[in-house]
């Protein structure tokens, strides 16, 4: 009822913008305009007549002035006699007030009636929130969530599910105060912090603040091998202009990494504009062949980690016999931490340090390296 009320008003609103300007006829306007202009120049003569007599003006001047305004009168006048009214054709009027009552009300019902859905029922959002999820647009999601929120705010799960889809909804501040809320009272954990610090950081227009680098940071302490919060430590490192903390920073995410990762390039070219060269992609560590993996899959518990002992063991042979590599001596310390032998990692982190002490950067790779697997403080 009330929609159809509203059509009415409308409809009357517009019938009235047509039926208006009918009424008016452009004689009166024209003839009250005159009369407005002539109480204007009968002032100005009675003011000149003022004037003379308090001897501000001469009599001279008061003649000039009598003058001009009376040809303006009389010109205001002629313009009013020549005013005639415009004959329209009352056949005319009524047949313009027709359409406007009539007409132009019926075309836009037949027009609502062929394009709207005057038979859809209600919609309530009461109602469309109360949808299956499956059924419902993501902004409705968004507000089902929104809704449930604010009657329990301390729902942690809750603003952990609504933080990625405020994202990629274009709303970065929303998502870091979901992800704020969900560390708070759930407790942190690396992906809600790396991805707190970045909507922060999209918030700013992609400078990392002091507060989205406090939150990589406890990400990279909760989990020091985790990529994303040490590419945007790298990167905060690089607009700070700490220029040789952010080499080794981005030296140290390059090492061993997969050239097909997406992040790769950029670090890649991060690091060359602050060197001037570009960096070869340092080796991974040889992972098992295919017939390894099958072999493997038919062995014991114990067979299978004497097998992978052998793969380290022949790692050592070859740092040994070669000298090795950063990245080769950085995967020695990484492959005995995945098997548990922490006292080998760090020795081997200890002889690292004698070959490389005479060569500053590459030494401070094989630290970085040492920190991140937690061997610096042993």
Known sequence: ?????????????????????????????EEAAAQADAAVYKEQLAAIDRDLSDGLIDAEAAEAARTETARRLLSVHDRK????????????????????????PAAALGTYLALGSPDLQDQPLAARLSAPADEQPVELLVARVE??????????????????????????????????????????????????????????????TELARTAFQQAV???????????????????????DEAINAWQALLEGADPQAAWVPVARRELAGLTGETPELLPALRGPSQADVEAAGEMSDDDRQKMITTMVQGLAARIDANGGTVAEWGQLMRAYMVLGKRDEAFDTYRRAEKIFAERPAELARIKDAAVTLGLSGS
């Open 1 to 29: 009822m009330i929609f159809w009320i509203l059509i009415s008003v409308l409809t009357a609103l517009a019938a009235l913008s047509v039926l208006v300007p009918l009424t008016r006829s452009r004689s009166s306007v």
């Open 81 to 104: 006699d020549e005013a005639r009214p415009v004959t329209v054709s009352k056949l005319r009027i009524r047949s313009v007030q027709l359409v406007a009552l009539v007409a132009l």
């Open 147 to 208: 809704r449930h929120l604010a009657e329990d705010p301390e729902d942690g799960q809750g603003w952990a599910v609504i933080a990625p889809v405020y994202m990629r909804m274009g709303q970065p501040d929303s998502a870091a105060r979901a992800y704020s809320n969900a560390i708070r009272i759930l407790g942190p954990r690396p992906d809600w912090l790396t991805d707190m610090g970045e909507a922060m950081t999209v918030s700013n227009e992609g400078v990392i």
């Open 221 to 243: 302490d909760l989990e020091p091998t985790a990529v994303k919060p040490r590419f945007f430590l790298a990167l905060a490192l690089t607009q700070e202009g700490k220029r």
